[in-house]
């Protein structure tokens, strides 16, 4: 069976991010959106938040249209995703001692 994944056709991008403002899109998600880019071109976008207090972050994903199909980006998602937009992570270390 195929892969499923959400899509949102739109044509106003600050219209969108109002819409989703307040909606969970975890950074490991594959979320999709379509912004009309001209009559029959159509950029693929994905979006994800680094965290629940960030805001929505847009990539671009692939460009389509009929004439040329869908034209992926290069990238692997986790490339595309290497900005975490200044998120501090703790860490702690915890020292093991093997006696024999």
């Known amino acids: 069976m195929a892969n499923r ?3 949102i056709v739109f044509a106003n991008r600050s ?3 109002t819409q989703l403002n307040g909606v969970d899109i975890p950074y490991n998600s594959q979320f999709y959106l379509v912004e009309k880019k001209g009559s029959d071109v159509y950029l693929v976008l994905e979006a ?3 965290s629940q207090e960030m805001p929505i972050t847009f990539n671009s994903f692939a460009l389509w249209s009929p ?3 869908l034209i992926l980006t ?3 998602i986790w490339q595309r995703r290497r900005n975490l937009q200044g998120i501090k992570f703790t860490a702690g270390v915890v ?4 006696d024999v």
């Open 5 to 7: 994944y959400p899509v």
């Open 67 to 69: 004439i040329s199909g």
């Open 95 to 98: 020292e093991v001692s093997f």
């Open 15 to 17: 219209e969108l991010e």
């Open 74 to 76: 290069q990238r692997e």
């Open 48 to 50: 994800y938040r680094v």
